[in-house]
Each structure stands twice: as structure tokens, then as C-alpha cells.
């Protein structure tokens, strides 16, 4: 089962993941970039908050990546927070860790920009739970 809520604050964004971020549960990521993108409001910092991530493959790094380079692209930042060791070890074998900053928190990721931790609000689901293919 995996979930993606977005927390809004302006012009800053907390994407937080929740479960196994794979093939099947990467278009929820994609979607979530697609809708914090085109929102009306230009977004200059989103912090990809994985504390409930419990596994990340390929298909989720390389919609993470994607999610950054689009995000660069409007003149934002994306950062991440808060990565299980084993999630964060892939984007260090990578050389990732060097494109996209990794922070211990949340809070660490917002306060390197000057952003108050309590003013990025209250989760709001953007997308249902994937539960895998349909049978």
C-alpha cells in the first residue's frame, strides 16, 4: 500500500510518502508533481518528506528525479527528508545525494531555506492508496 499526501504553504510544498515506492505506486509521485507544478501559486521549495517510506526501486528514484528536474526547471528546489537508511543508500551509491539535497528532517529541510517547521499546514490526501495491479 503506498499513499502520497501534499501539505501546502504558499510557495513551499511537503510531500510526504508513505509505504513501497515502486513501478506500480511511481505514477502516484508523478501524479502529485503534475498537481503541485501546475498549481496556480509558483512553488519555489517542495521537501519530499520519506519517514514512511519502506522500500524505494528504481521506477520511484526515477520519479523522484524527474519530479527535481521538472521542479528546477520553473525555478524551484526539491529536497529530501527523512529517508530510511536503505532509501538514502541508493541515492548515495548513485551519486544522487549530490544532485538532490538530503536532510535528517523535515524541519532540517525547511529551516535550511528559513521556513518555520509548523507553518507548512495540515496534510491533504491528493491521491487514494495503491494496493498493487488489479487482479
Known amino acids: ?30 501524479e502529485a508533481a503534475d498537481q503541485v507544478l501546475d498549481g496556480a501559486v509558483p512553488v519555489e521549495l517542495v521537501v519530499v518528506d520519506g519517514g514512511a517510506l519502506r522500500f524505494c526501486d528504481s521506477s520511484g528514484v526515477g520519479a523522484l ?3 527535481h528536474r521538472r521542479l528546477l526547471a520553473q525555478g524551484g528546489v526539491l529536497r529530501l527528508a527523512a529517508l530510511p537508511p536503505s532509501v538514502a543508500r541508493v541515492f548515495q551509491l ?6 538532490i539535497g538530503m536532510y535528517d528532517s523535515v524541519a532540517a529541510a525547511l529551516t535550511a531555506r528559513g521556513v518555520q517547521p509548523s507553518a507548512y499546514g495540515t496534510a491533504s490526501s491528493v491521491h487514494g492508496t495503491s494496493e498493487g495491479p488489479a487482479a
Not at 3 to 8: F, M, N
Not at 94 to 99: E, F, H, I, R
Open 94 to 99: 548513485t551519486g544522487l545525494d549530490q544532485v
Open 1 to 30: 500500500m503506498f499513499s502520497v499526501d501534499v501539505r501546502p504553504a504558499g510557495p513551499v510544498r511537503v510531500v510526504a510518502l508513505r509505504g513501497e515506492l515502486d513501478y506500480e505506486s511511481a505514477i502516484q509521485v508523478e
Open 65 to 67: 528525479l524527474s519530479f
